[in-house]
């Protein structure tokens, strides 16, 4: 079921809206990946280091583990050398890059493709937060980056949303947006460990012939290996198939090129499902690839429900991945 989204009187999406903090505040983002920084965070790092806190006790290996973290209580109780795990907190910075590119400006359901990532970015932000966290941002728009520096508590993360909100449309005669090499010095200038959230739509046209890799893949396989990385990737449902309207004219929001197309034409849009379908399939194998996490939001869905359902698989994976219990982390 689509979320009705309530405008204001002059028919702008309502921030709050867009930042539901209060259907978010039992759910956090598991940060698995080593981090870096002085401050006692909450968030579970992968090595020890200041603020380091006792976890669970396991049978001690010889050779790979610190007789000096031996657990003398256990290993008396079970007559077997046991040692004692460490957790390493640290406080997180997070950097999110927003395509706010002309393909963006575009919705046929509740919301627009840039309102929903202007919804995916203040979702992450309070799945996030914690006491001595950052957030900041980079916008793409009109051929240049903008850059929102990373801030401490919710009125920045507040700020960034509200630029984001007043970012304007992308004109014409504006220069083309180069996604790839915005990503590129994304990956290049933001170098501190941490998390790395990347919202696109993933049309910047490179990589239309199926033999030539994403322009942007490279860069975030250079991301994905210093940074836990969160892709988002936002899409309305007239870019995955095409109804049948008759006759209309429709125009590429990148190029400016207009084109009359006959929806009618039972063959055109059975090769238009197919090839959105193979794009999307190709954008799905190279983030899973790169090593980034996949998250899919559409205008035509719940974005609540679907963040929440993607938080609660991630958490399980990151379990896993850790091999040390999540704290914080209630459902």
């Known amino acids: 079921m689509t979320r009705q989204i309530p405008t204001n009187a002059r028919g702008e999406i309502s921030l709050a809206r867009l930042a539901p903090e209060r259907a978010l505040r039992r759910l956090e983002l598991t940060?698995?990946?080593?981090?870096?920084?002085?401050?006692?965070?909450?968030?579970?790092?992968?090595?020890?280091?200041?603020?380091?806190?006792?976890?669970?006790?396991?049978?001690?290996?010889?050779?790979?583990?610190?007789?000096?973290?031996?657990?003398?209580?256990?290993?008396a109780r079970t007559t077997t050398p046991h040692v004692r795990d460490v957790i390493s907190d640290r406080e997180l910075e997070t950097w999110t890059l927003v395509d706010m590119s002309a393909s963006m400006d575009f919705g046929?359901?509740?919301?627009?493709?840039?309102?929903?990532?202007v919804a995916a970015v203040g979702t992450v932000g309070f799945l996030t937060h914690?006491?001595?966290?950052?957030?900041?941002?980079?916008?793409?728009?009109?051929?240049?980056?903008?850059?929102?520096?990373?801030?401490?508590?919710?009125?920045?993360?507040?700020?960034?949303?509200?630029?984001?909100?007043?970012e304007p449309r992308t004109a014409a005669d504006e220069p083309d947006d180069d996604f790839s090499g915005a990503l590129d010095k994304f990956s290049r200038n933001y170098q501190r460990r941490g998390l790395r959230v990347v919202v696109s739509d993933f049309l910047d046209g490179s990589g239309d012939d199926p033999s030539v890799p994403f322009g942007w893949e490279r860069p975030?396989?250079?991301?994905?290996?210093?940074?836990?990385?969160?892709?988002?990737e936002v899409l309305d449902p007239r870019e995955l198939e095409l109804p049948d309207v008759g006759v209309v004219w429709l125009t590429d929001p990148e190029s400016g090129e207009a084109q009359e197309v006959d929806t009618g034409n039972v063959v055109l849009r059975a090769r238009y499902a197919e090839a959105a379908a193979a794009h999307r399939a190709r954008v799905r194998a190279t983030l899973r690839r790169s090593g980034a996490a996949h998250l899919t939001l559409?205008?035509?869905?719940?974005?609540?429900?679907?963040?929440?359902?993607?938080?609660?698989?991630?958490?399980?994976?990151?379990?896993?991945?850790?091999?040390t219990p999540t704290r914080g982390a209630g459902a």
């Open 108 to 117: 046929t359901a509740a919301l627009e493709k840039r309102e929903l990532a």
């Open 220 to 232: 975030l396989r250079r991301l994905c290996g210093r940074h836990q990385v969160l892709v988002v």
């Open 298 to 323: 559409r205008t035509d869905r719940d974005w609540v429900a679907d963040t929440a359902r993607f938080v609660l698989g991630h958490r399980r994976v990151a379990q896993r991945l850790h091999g």
């Open 130 to 166: 914690r006491l001595g966290d950052r957030f900041g941002g980079v916008i793409l728009r009109g051929g240049r980056t903008r850059r929102w520096p990373a801030r401490s508590g919710r009125l920045a993360l507040y700020g960034l949303l509200r630029s984001l909100l007043d």
């Open 31 to 75: 940060i698995v990946r080593r981090l870096e920084g002085f401050l006692h965070g909450e968030h579970l790092g992968l090595l020890p280091g200041p603020g380091t806190d006792l976890a669970e006790a396991r049978v001690y290996r010889p050779g790979e583990d610190d007789v000096r973290r031996m657990d003398w209580a256990v290993t």
